[in-house]
C-alpha cells in the first residue's frame, strides 16, 4: 500500500477523524511488543481486535504501517514517522489525565473496589494502606468474590474498579490491564501420587475433587476437560477452594486449581504436592478492569501496585510450592519501579 496523494495538492491524504487515541494506543503496543497477539493480550483484547484497529489506523493514513509477515512485526518508514507522533501524543494523553486524576482526587470522593477472593486477604490491606497514603481524603470501599459476580458488579456501576480472573462481557465496554498469568496444575497430599508412576492412571484410581461448574475457575477446569475429551469421574464438588482443599485431604484425592487459590486455602502444616498438568497446559490471568474512559490513570496506577504486592509478597511463596512454578507463574507488564504517586508512574509510562 503506498501513501495516498491528493490530486489538487499532492500532500498525503490523511483522514484526521479515523484516528483515534486507541487506535495509537494499540499502534504503539503491536510495535513494543513485535506481535499483533501479543499486544491483545497486554491490552485485553484479540489479535483480530489487534489487526481490525491497525487497518483502521492504515486506511486514516493512507499508508502501510507495519509488516505483518516479518517476526517480530517491522515498522514502515511511514509507519516510523507515526510512531514518534504517536508517543508524544500518548504522552500528553497521559499526563493531562493524571493531572485531571490528581484534581478530581482533592476532593471528598469514593472508589469501590472489587477484588477476587484468591487476591483479598493477600493484597487488599496493602492496596488499601498505600491508596489512602497518597489520597487520605478518598474513601476506598472494597468487595471480595467470584470474577463472574465482580465482573457483573462493574457492568451494574455497583462497582468502579475490579481485579478478576475473566474478562468481561461486552469486551469493548471495558478497559482491562493485564498483571498476572498463572497455570492450573495438579494439586493433592504430599505422597499421593508417586512422580515415577503414569500420572494419569494414578488420576482414575483417586477422588477428584473438583469446583462446581457454576463457578468460574470451575467452568474454566470442565471446559478444558471436554475440549481434550478427558472424561474423569468426580464424586465431589464445592464452590471454594477451602472446601475442595479439605475434601481432598480428607479423600486423599486430588484437583486441578491455580496456585494463588492454593496459597488462599492451604495450611502450613499440610505439605502439597503442585504437579504440571498431564495433558495439554491451562493458565488463567488476572486483570485490572474498569468501564471504557473512567478514572483515567488510577486503573494502571492500581495495576502497578498489584503487580509490585504480587512480586514482593506473593512470588517466593508460589516458588516455595514448586520450582517449576517460577517460570510458569508471570507478571505481565511494568518493570517493577516503585512508583509512588499516579503522576509519577504517568511520567514514566509517557517516557518508556
Not at 516510523?80 to 500518548?90: F, M, N, S, T
Not at 500528553?92 to 482526587?105: C, I, R
Not at 494414578?202 to 462446581?212: D, H, S, T
Not at 470442565?222 to 468426580?234: E, N, T, V, Y
Request: proline content about 6%; aromatic content about 6%; overall charge neutral.
Amino acid at each position: 500500500m503506498f501513501l495516498k496523494r491528493s490530486q489538487t495538492t499532492g500532500s498525503p491524504n490523511v483522514d484526521l477523524h479515523g484516528i483515534s487515541l486507541r487506535a495509537l494506543q494499540v499502534f504503539a503496543s503491536v510495535v513494543e511488543t513485535g506481535s499483533l497477539t501479543e499486544a491483545g493480550e497486554r491490552l485485553g483484547g484479540s489479535r483480530s481486535a489487534v489487526s481490525q484497529h491497525i487497518t483502521n489506523l492504515e486506511k486514516a493514513i493512507g499508508a502501510q504501517l507495519i509488516d505483518r509477515r516479518a517476526r517480530p512485526v517491522s515498522l514502515t518508514p511511514v509507519g516510523k514517522a507515526l510512531l514518534k507522533h504517536a508517543h508524544r501524543i500518548l504522552q500528553a494523553v497521559t499526563e493531562t489525565q493524571a493531572e485531571l486524576m490528581e484534581l478530581s482526587l482533592a476532593a471528598p470522593m469514593e472508589l469501590r473496589l472489587g477484588l477476587i477472593d484468591d487476591l483479598d486477604a493477600s493484597l487488599t490491606p496493602e492496596i488499601v494502606s498505600e491508596f489512602q497514603q497518597h489520597y487520605p481524603r478518598c474513601q476506598l470501599t472494597v468487595t471480595s468474590g467470584r470474577s463472574d459476580k465482580l465482573n457483573e458488579a462493574l457492568g451494574k456501576r455497583e462497582l468502579d474498579l475490579v481485579l478478576t480472573g475473566l474478562s468481561p462481557s461486552p469486551n469493548g465496554a471495558f478497559a482491562q490491564i493485564c498483571i498476572l498469568r498463572e497455570p492450573f496444575m495438579l494439586v493433592a497430599p504430599r505422597g499421593v501420587f508417586d512422580p515415577g508412576a503414569d500420572i494419569r492412571e494414578l488420576m482414575l484410581k483417586r477422588p477428584f475433587v473438583r469446583y462446581n461448574a457454576s463457578m468460574p475457575i470451575g467452568a474454566m477446569v470442565a471446559q478444558h476437560l471436554r475440549r481434550l475429551r478427558i472424561d474423569l469421574p468426580a464424586p465431589y464438588s464445592f464452590d471454594a477452594t477451602r472446601s475442595v482443599v479439605a475434601m481432598m485431604r480428607k479423600c486423599g484425592g486430588w484437583t486441578i486449581t491455580t496456585p494463588l487459590c492454593v496459597l488462599d486455602a492451604r495450611r502450613e502444616t499440610d505439605p502439597l504436592d503442585c504437579l504440571r498438568l498431564p495433558f495439554t497446559e491451562m493458565h488463567r490471568t488476572i486483570r485490572v478492569v474498569t468501564r471504557q474512559e473512567e478514572l483515567g490513570v488510577l486503573p494502571a496506577y492500581i495495576a502497578d501496585i498489584a503487580r509490585r504486592l504480587i512480586r514482593r509478597q506473593l512470588m517466593q511463596q508460589v516458588r516455595s510450592l514448586a520450582g517449576w512454578l517460577e517460570s510458569e507463574f508471570e507478571i505481565i507488564g511494568g518493570d517493577g519501579a516503585n512508583f509512588s504517586s499516579p503522576d509519577a508512574f504517568a511520567r514514566a509510562e509517557g517516557g518508556s
